[in-house]
């Protein structure tokens, strides 16, 4: 190969037509949109991203193979975060299910529509840990907990590629953003990430180990500065902790522009400086919406300035990936085939189940849910994200499928067609005060006069008046979730409190349903109510999912994947946490308010009750290379099946580092009919003890009691110990 032609298979560009169709308008920012038609001939990337078209994408393969003397084919990559034609909830919602099992059956789904459309490899997993709700990508992600982000990242990539690269109806997993974005400064998205060696070990690589021990293909490195240096030239990262301490054998892809973004951050001086730092540092492809700065990297090799051995360890990781996904056998499509893979009817109802497991039930004063659909007659579903299919999802590949998503208003008319009477009205409006990346693909509507505003709240006031129970839906539009979708305050936006105060004057019965990709300050909402149920932007079903269990044909068994605050000024807040010297007042550390959680990690309520038994053990020490078997019993005392996620937690007492007060460390979600019990166990071995002690910057193992605790959330307060033996030691 000349170093043209390698520098091409490094190269990965924006497909800008494919992603807006001929006269829809851009994102701002994006270069014009022309056709990759002659780079692809010249043979000058090897990679392009957002094909999803079968026909596209076999006229991109036919360039490159026909067309170029090496005759190598494309990788063909999209983002397939929470579906590609069929939309399931976002990921915090599936996080919210505990169920990585059907977590890695729906990316099943998801890879088997994209690889059937022509697409090798999508830039998912998102598995950042994010522990400010500020920033607009938590949404992406399993939430705050290292051990159950790690469990849904290792489900996602099983689920996206199968039992290996190549797999039939797979594709490649590229998890994402390595490393620490979720702690960038502020919940800004895109500003600098500051962490200890201990805050990187112990809380943001674990998913990122999870995932690479899975056999994730590709790894995304992230935009921002991470203890000063980007980390998309990071060589601590990408090379001593990605490629040596985690032992990932795949290549690293850059997210969008981020070696052009090193001229931006400061970093490098002009383009070629920075994809000669970004490519030594361990950067194996640059992906671009613009010409790509890996372009200088031929007069860069040449002149000595990069190794020719780096180039070509880069090139040979993306051939050895084209050829683990057969590109080089069979780089087309079945075009015929294409669309039957998408109107599989499994898949919509797969959709459905997971928004379903997704539900939290937050709030439920004197059994105010279910809502009895015999002793209605009028229903009001009120609020603004009340009959908004694009706010339960939207795929940019497929906008059609809009038509064929559930709002809560149409949820609730299915439910309910032929018992009783639903209408619905907005009441308010909302808008972001700076606009996102999608405002090119969503047309905003026209903003209301003050006049009509308030003749819009009259017009929910009089629809409650003469409803028998009002479904008020809450929250945030989807458009102020994701990327460029950080706020600087949790409070319900526009004036949803408002449209509430004035329904509940009404004194009907109001429950709450929210419409989320955060928590929210509830402040207004949570005492007003007696009932409130977390419905996520829960996808193509979502509606229906929602109207399920309004009606008590699901009981809700989610929980919440993240320490819920009360109030932006809480944030950042998490469990696990350490004791500090003065743990009896931890509640009390603001004299304005409580310093306790709205709700903790791992919280969320039923229509029935459960008991779990305190925990036994069939050991009571953990000696080197041993195991113990924890077990409880959990019974549903209530009336009604349900579903109760068992959770485990423990707590070193002693040792070289002081250690977060509780740690999850095992969890199963239990399906129970009324009055059933069932004996839950978990194991632990050294693996579950071990920590980064950040002194003697390695993973160790410390001798001494630790606490064992089982229950339904981070509070549980059914009770053991058990002992590790041995000497303080290393660990594996």
Known sequence: MTVEEKVGQISQRFDIASLFPAGAPAIPGMPPITPLDDVIGKGQIGAVLFVHDPAIANRYQRLAVEKTRLKIPLLLGYDVVWGLHTMFPVPLANAASFDPAGVEHDQAIAAAEARAQGIHWTFAPMIDIARDPRWGRIVEGAGEDPYLGAAIARAQVKGFQGDHIGAPGHIIAGPKHFVGYGASVGGRDYDSAYMSESELHNVYLPPFKA???????????????????????????????????????????????????????????????????????????????????????????????????????????????????????????????????????????????????????????????????????????????????????????????????????????????????????????????????????????????????????????????????????????????????????????????????????????????????????????????????????????????????????????????????????????????????????????????????????????????????????????????????VSTTVTNTGARPGDEVVQLYIHQRAGRQSRPIRLLQGFQRVSLAAGESRQVTFTLDESNVRYWNSIERTWVIDPGTFDVWVGNSSTADAHGTFNVGGAPRPAN
Do not use: C
């Open 211 to 629: 995932a690479v021990d899975a056999g994730a293909g590709n790894v995304m490195s992230a935009y921002m500065d991470f203890n000063d240096v980007p980390a998309s030239a990071n060589k601590y990262l990408l090379k001593d902790v990605l490629r040596g301490e985690l032992g990932f054998k795949g290549w690293v892809v850059t997210d969008a522009s981020a070696v052009h973004n090193l001229v931006k951050q400061g970093f490098a001086a002009d383009k070629a400086d920075a994809a000669i730092r970004a490519i030594t540092a361990g950067v194996d492809m640059e992906m671009s919406m613009a010409p790509n700065a890996f372009a200088t990297l031929v007069d860069s090799v040449k002149a000595g300035k990069v190794p020719m051995a780096r180039l070509d360890e880069a090139v040979r990781r993306v051939l050895i990936a084209k050829f683990r996904m057969g590109l080089f056998e069979n780089p087309y499509v079945d075009e015929t085939a294409a669309k039957q893979a998408l109107d599989d009817p499994a898949h919509p109802a797969a959709a459905q189940a997971a928004a379903e497991r997704s539900l939290v039930l937050l709030k439920n004063d004197g059994k105010a849910l279910p809502l009895d659909p015999g002793a209605l007659k009028h229903v009001a579903v009120i609020g603004p994200m009340a009959d908004s299919p694009k706010d339960m999802t939207i795929s940019l590949a497929y906008p059609e499928q809009a038509a064929n998503t559930v709002s809560v208003f149409k949820g609730v008319s299915e439910r309910l067609q032929g018992t009783a009477t639903v209408e619905t009205t907005p009441g308010v409006q909302l808008f972001r005060l700076n606009e996102g990346p999608l405002a090119g693909l969503i047309k905003p509507p026209a903003r209301w006069s003050q006049q009509q505003a308030a003749a819009e709240i009259q017009k929910a006031v009089d629809l409650a008046k003469r409803s028998d129970v009002v479904v008020m839906t809450l929250g945030e539009s989807l458009s102020m979730s994701s990327e460029q979708g950080s706020q600087a305050d949790l409070a319900l936006p526009g004036n949803q409190r408002q449209l509430l105060d004035a329904v509940l004057a009404t004194g009907k019965k109001v429950v709450v349903v929210l419409i989320n990709g955060r928590p929210l300050d509830l402040t207004g909402v949570y005492d007003k109510v007696p009932a409130v149920l977390e419905g996520w932007h829960g996808g193509m079903r979502g509606g229906t999912a929602i109207a399920r269990a309004l009606f008590g044909d699901v009981n809700p068994g989610g929980k919440t994947p993240i320490t819920w605050p009360r109030s932006v000024g809480q944030v950042p807040i998490y469990y696990a946490h350490n004791l500090t010297h003065n743990p009896d007042t931890a509640d009390k550390r603001y004299w304005d308010a409580p310093s306790t959680a709205m709700f903790p990690f791992g919280f969320g309520l039923s229509y029935t009750t459960f008991t779990i038994a305190p925990p036994t053990m069939d050991k009571t020490e953990l000696m080197p290379g041993g195991r113990i078997a």
